[in-house]
């Protein structure tokens, strides 16, 4: 099944404690890309990635690191997180970025921290 | 970075009435996508509009791009409790270095519940 896979669902975790939430997705898709939910600000990206080892900014990478080592895997780091980070996030990919193609979302992993 | 504003932010309806979301932006925007998301699920994908002035149609919803292509509309007809959720209008803009268009801007979303 095509799907995009994030872990985990849930994690609670403290203040400075570094974390990673992994996304991977088997539909050999070339954009990647992670996106955090709050209320009334809608989705908001973080980072994305056009094609393995190329990364860039979204509207609010800061506190977030991601690598794209493999085409399949895209994991967002959290080195020190803070309780702003407190969110929803979710992984998506598509075939192509800037190209109108559409994205497919993971089930989203909810953050806390404490 | 492009705003893409969105509103309502919250919409109530009775089943069976008519339902719009809109999205507005002050720039033009090179495409607009729309996405749904059922309560406790993620976006999934609804339809993406390139030209300007052009309309889709997907059963009882109806999207629309403006003419100067800087504002989109969702229309439902008749809406059922299958409908509620928050949609999204989301537009691709370029980097800092104008050399790629990953960057996805999402509106803040409507809310749509339904009474039956």
């Known amino acids: 099944e095509a799907q995009v896979t994030q872990n985990p669902r849930y994690l609670i975790t403290v203040t400075g404690k570094k974390l990673t939430v992994t996304c991977s997705q088997n539909m050999n898709h070339e954009y990647m890309s992670w996106y955090r939910q709050d209320p009334g600000l809608g989705l908001r990206q973080i980072y994305y990635s056009m094609n393995v080892e190329v990364t860039d900014k979204g509207d609010v990478p800061e506190g977030y690191k991601v690598s794209r080592k493999e085409k399949r895997n895209f994991p967002l780091i959290l080195e020190s997180p803070s309780p702003n980070q407190t969110s929803l996030y979710f992984c998506?990919?598509?075939?192509?970025?800037?190209?109108?193609?559409?994205?497919?979302f993971g089930n989203g992993t909810r953050l806390t921290v404490t | 970075g492009q705003q893409v504003m969105q509103i309502p932010q919250y919409q109530h309806v009775q089943e069976g009435e008519d339902f719009t979301t809109y999205c507005n932006s002050s720039?033009?925007?090179?495409?607009i996508q729309w996405y749904k998301q059922r309560p406790g699920g993620h976006p999934v994908f609804l339809i993406q509009l390139v030209k300007s002035g052009e309309v889709k149609k997907q059963k009882r919803l109806t999207f629309q791009f403006g003419e100067a292509k800087k504002n989109s509309s969702l229309h439902i007809t008749a809406t059922q409790t299958t409908d509620v959720g928050t949609y999204f209008c989301?537009?691709?803009?370029?980097?800092?270095?104008?050399?790629?268009?990953?960057?996805?801007?999402f509106g803040q979303g409507t809310i749509l519940t339904v009474h039956p």
């Open positions: 720039t033009t925007l090179s495409n």
């Open positions: 998506a990919s598509s075939f192509y970025g800037g190209r109108g193609s559409p994205l497919h």
């Open positions: 989301a537009t691709e803009t370029p980097n800092a270095g104008g050399t790629s268009y990953g960057k996805l801007t």
